[in-house]
C-alpha cells in the first residue's frame, strides 16, 4: 500500500507536499481454510401460508438452494495475538416443490434456512485502531421499543414482546442468542454485565451478540 502510495504522488505536482504518513488498516487476514460442510437436517422456516402448504403435502421435493447472503464477524482471539475468530452466518434461500396429490401439479414455495460456522485464523498483529459508524444497530434498537404480546423467560425474568414478527422471529434463534438480544436490548445491559449473569465470557457474548443481531436482521426482512 505504502510503495503504490508513492508511485502515484511521485507522478503528480505535489509531490513532497505532505508532511505526515498516514496508515491504512485493510483489514487484512493472511491465512486461509477451505473447508467442505455437507449440511444437513437444517431447519427451514416458511411464511404461516406456506408452512399451511407443507403441512398438506403428499411429496417434497428440493428445486434449488441459493445463498442469499452471508454475515461476518470478527474478533480477536484472547492471548493469541495475531489470531482471529472469524463467525460466518450463511443464509439460504431454499426452493421446494410440493406436491398436495401424486397426481397434482406441484406448487413452489421458497423459505429461510441459517448456517454458523467458525474459524480461527492468522490476521498479523498490530497496534491500529479502527473507528466506525454503523447505523444498523439503530433501527435494530427502535424494532425492540415496542412491549407486550408474546413472552420469553430470562433469568427467571418474564420479558414481554409485543410486535408479532419481532416475537416470530426471536423465537427462531437459539435460546442463548435470544437471551442475550433480550438481555442488551430490553433490559438495556452491556456485553460486560451479560456476561456476568450468563456466566460467559465477554468475547463470547460479544460473538453471539453480533451473530444473532445478523440472524435477527434476515428473519424481519425475510419473515421467519
Same mark, same amino acid.
Given at each position: 500500500?505504502?510503495?503504490? +502510495? ?29 473447508? !467442505? ?9 416458511? /411464511?404461516?401460508? /406456506? ?21 461476518? =464477524? ?6 493469541? !495475538? =495475531?489470531? +482471529? ?7 439460504? $434461500? ?22 454458523? !460456522? ?7 498483529? =498490530? ?13 435494530? $434498537?427502535?424494532?425492540?421499543? $415496542?412491549? =407486550? ?7 427467571? $425474568? ?5 410486535d408479532l414478527k419481532l416475537g416470530q422471529a426471536l423465537s427462531c434463534l ?51
Amino acid at each position: 500500500m505504502a510503495d503504490n +502510495y508513492e508511485t502515484m504522488n511521485q507522478e503528480s505536482p505535489n509531490y513532497g507536499c505532505f508532511k505526515e504518513a498516514v496508515c491504512i488498516d485493510a483489514s487484512r487476514v493472511y491465512d486461509s481454510c477451505g473447508d !467442505k460442510d455437507c449440511l444437513e437436517d437444517l431447519r427451514v422456516y416458511f /411464511s404461516p401460508a /406456506s408452512q399451511a402448504v407443507i403441512d398438506q403435502a403428499a411429496q417434497v421435493r428440493m428445486r434449488n438452494v441459493d445463498v442469499l447472503v452471508v454475515y461476518l =464477524g470478527l474478533e480477536p482471539v484472547p492471548f493469541h !495475538k =495475531g489470531f +482471529y475468530s472469524v463467525d460466518m452466518t450463511f443464509f439460504f $434461500e431454499v426452493t421446494l416443490d410440493v406436491f398436495q396429490t401424486p397426481a397434482a401439479p406441484p406448487v413452489t414455495i421458497s423459505g429461510l434456512s441459517v448456517f454458523s !460456522k467458525n474459524v480461527v485464523l492468522y490476521g498479523s498483529e =498490530g497496534n491500529v485502531k479502527v473507528f466506525s459508524s454503523d447505523g444498523s444497530l439503530d433501527e435494530l $434498537e427502535q424494532g425492540f421499543s $415496542e412491549s =407486550g404480546g408474546q413472552s420469553f423467560r430470562v433469568l427467571d $425474568e418474564i420479558i414481554q414482546v409485543n410486535d408479532l414478527k419481532l416475537g416470530q422471529a426471536l423465537s427462531c434463534l437459539l435460546p442463548q442468542e435470544w437471551a442475550i438480544i433480550l438481555l442488551r436490548y430490553f433490559c438495556d445491559m452491556r456485553d460486560g454485565k451479560i456476561a456476568s449473569r450468563l456466566g460467559m465470557a465477554h468475547s463470547t457474548v460479544h460473538r453471539k451478540r453480533k451473530r444473532a443481531e445478523a440472524k435477527l436482521r434476515m428473519l424481519l426482512e425475510t419473515g421467519p
